[in-house]
């Protein structure tokens, strides 16, 4: 799986922090009744929201690997231009097709 260079470097030098960081998230997805697709798409429009290219992709990836559909996702792309604008719509939609295209494995 693609992790930014950024990303392992605060990994290897931070790794007290990003434990912590993913335990926030853990109990975070764990605090009601969404399932794991559901959340996904949220955090996918979100990333969208922060114009976020790594967040897309992951949140691409992580919604296909919890059983989104290629459809559901980039609806969730395409109601965020309401929202975010037609440039964020549009660089959001470019990354999501660079994963599926990858299979959600790049």
């Not at 998230?25 to 929201?49: F, M, R, W, Y």
């Not at 992709?57 to 929202?83: C, D, N, Y």
């Not at 990354?95 to 494995?105: I, L, P, Y």
Request: glycine letters at 10%; a neutral charge; one cysteine or more.
């Amino acid at each position: 799986m693609y992790l930014p260079e950024i990303f392992t470097k605060f990994q290897k030098q931070y790794p007290e922090i990003l434990d912590a960081y993913h335990k926030v998230g853990e109990l975070c997805e764990k605090a009601g009744p969404l399932n794991d697709k559901t959340q996904h798409l949220i955090q996918l429009g979100v990333s969208i929201g922060a114009n976020s290219k790594g967040g897309v992709r992951s949140h691409v990836r992580r919604a296909l690997a919890a059983g989104a559909t290629e459809a559901e996702i980039f609806q969730t792309i395409l109601i965020s231009m309401t929202i975010v604008g037609f440039p964020a719509m549009i660089a959001a939609y470019g990354w999501a097709q660079e994963v599926v295209a990858a299979g959600g494995k790049e």
